[in-house]
């Protein structure tokens, strides 16, 4: 969170829910007006978080120039575009959470980099060095219970990010309480009111050729199968 926004954030009164993902926080919601706080008036300025890990700490599943160029500037660009958004078009939506759910109101450029924002910033998150060891607790015994194993879920989940042509995010979401594996093009997601299937998303793989390409060239299936070495169940049981 950027300074201006920081100080406004401690004199908010509420945060929005939609802002309310455990531990995952992009974008702090802000009230401005005391006499209402769900109402914000100047548009948010969005920061990034540092990465938890060095740029090398992936490897040799994802490579630290990849790491490098993937945070320091496709995720910035998106950063730096959405800012730019908001200002031009004078958003005040209280979180990047709630512009999201709002998103069929917004451009085009809105949607790809409010979405590029949140996705990525959720993706650093969703990693860790040796993550496949911390594959336990509540999200274990979800998978387990509805997909039969961790294996029959890898199995389906890689379907999905294989079958998404061109760019795009394969996601494990809550919905009704159930788990769900779908796909969205570009920098959707499904928190976005147009998303085809909407629901929470606990887990996300970005299949963009960016995320893979210096090290697996047109071998996608491969880095799938290398990502889940480094999947932070951890993350994932915090936001259910
Ligand atoms: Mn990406």
Redesign the pocket.
Known sequence: MENDSRRRFIKATAILSGAALVGCKVGAAVASAETNPAVITEPLTFKQDPLPYDFAALEPYIDKQTMEI?FGK??AAYITNLNKAMVEQKITEGSVETLLGNISKYTMATRNNAG?HW??TM?WKWMKPNGKDTYAGKIAEAINGQFGSLDKFKEQFTDSAMKRFGSGWTWLIQKDGKLEIVSTPNQDNPLMDIAEVKGKPILGL?V?E??YYLKYQNLRKDYINNWYNIVNWDAVNAMI
Do not use: K, V
């Open positions: 993937h496709h995720h590029g996705n990525h993706f970005d963009w960016h995320a």
